[in-house]
Nanobody, 120 residues
């Protein structure tokens, strides 16, 4: 499985960005989003099952971020609203066979990451 993220960039606080993760090589995979800021541990953001019916969110983004997928396009999205400077990080999408997980150690496949910078 190969994953390619896009959509990162610079945003203003309370603004929005939408990240995309295109996956190839396998279908029926669960996908998660994680982020890592300089000097901090990798943080779980959101995940959803292969059919998109079940979603999970980290506490820091609940109510602001939405994960979704379009399997016909082999793409998973992360809609980020009401952005805060604390959301600044490199965002990674990850994939695994089986159910979605909030733990990064269960994901076998990772993208290269996309930088999101939120200015105040």
């Amino acid at each position: 499985v190969q994953l390619v993220e896009s959509g990162g960039g610079l945003a203003q606080a309370v603004g929005s960005l939408r990240l995309s993760c295109v996956y190839t090589g396998r279908v029926g995979i669960a996908v998660g989003w994680f982020r890592q800021a300089p000097g901090k541990d990798r943080e779980f953001i959101a995940a959803l099952t292969w059919n998109g019916e079940t979603t999970y969110y980290g506490d820091s983004v609940k109510g602001r971020f939405t994960i979704s997928r379009d399997n016909a396009k082999h793409t998973v999205y992360l809609e980020m609203n009401t952005l805060k400077p604390d959301d600044t990080a490199v965002y990674y999408c990850a994939a695994r066979q089986g159910g979605a997980s909030i733990y990064s150690r269960y994901y076998r496949y990772w993208g290269q990451g996309t930088q999101v910078t939120v200015s105040s």
